[in-house]
């Protein structure tokens, strides 16, 4: 069964505290994995695109990289304005995305 | 430019009724995906459209819940005697083709059945 698994569920900063969210997946016929960025009461912005293990995407203060198991989205010095839900998705067939549940980031001044 | 846009933007409404959400994708967006977020689970799949056809209705939980699109480019998704359980955001993005582009969301309409 196809399956995303994002961790932590919920993660507390301190602005400038740099860390990691994690995507784990078990998806057949992968065909790239999706990082979203979510406010309260708005859609999914879409953030980076990642199709092969090894590649490596930035924006600003967030870097994403892929392995054949994993995604990681690293914010480094993060601001209060980054506080947001992070959402994972993969990519299968039809671009049908299987999203996980996501992080959801508060970075306190 | 104008991005995916929802109507309405909140509806609430008594179980048993019936509801349509409209969608206006992105001009010139080949492909319209619905999708489905409750509180605390992930965004759920319901339906894809290429052009005016859905190869993909896999997603769609109960035959209460239909959707079309005319034109290549709005869409509704209606949903027949609704139920609490229908409670939800019902977000529709859409993408220029369904090969690796990603997709661009709506803000979505606040579903509640009450």
């Known amino acids: 069964e196809d399956q995303v698994t994002q961790s932590p569920e919920a993660l507390r900063l301190q602005e400038g505290e740099s860390s990691s969210l994690n995507c784990s997946y078990t998806v057949s016929g992968l065909r790239g994995l999706f990082w979203y960025r979510q406010d309260p009461g708005k859609g999914p912005e879409f953030l980076f695109t990642l199709y092969s293990a090894g590649e490596e995407k930035e924006k600003e203060r967030l870097k994403a990289t892929l392995t054949k198991k994993e995604s990681f989205l690293h914010i480094t010095a993060p601001k209060p304005e980054d506080s947001a839900t992070y959402l994972c998705a993969v990519h299968k067939s039809f671009q049908k995305l299987v999203f996980g549940t996501g992080t959801r980031l508060l970075v306190s001044p | 430019g104008a991005g995916v846009s929802q109507s309405p933007s909140n509806k609430v409404t008594e179980k048993g009724k019936d509801v349509e959400l409209r969608c206006d994708p992105i001009s010139g967006h080949t492909a319209l995906y619905w999708y489905r977020q409750s509180l605390g689970q992930g965004l759920e799949f319901l339906i894809y459209?290429?052009?005016?056809?859905?190869?993909?209705k896999s997603g769609l939980p109960s035959d209460r819940f239909s959707a079309e699109r005319t034109g290549g480019s709005v869409s509704t998704l209606t949903i027949q005697r609704t139920q609490q359980e229908d409670s939800a955001v019902y977000l529709c993005?859409?993408?220029?083709?369904?090969?690796?582009?990603?997709?661009?969301f709506g803000n979505g309409t606040r579903l509640t059945v009450t």
């Open positions: 459209f290429q052009g005016n056809s859905a190869p993909d």
């Open positions: 993005a859409s993408s220029t083709d369904p090969a690796g582009s990603p997709l661009h």
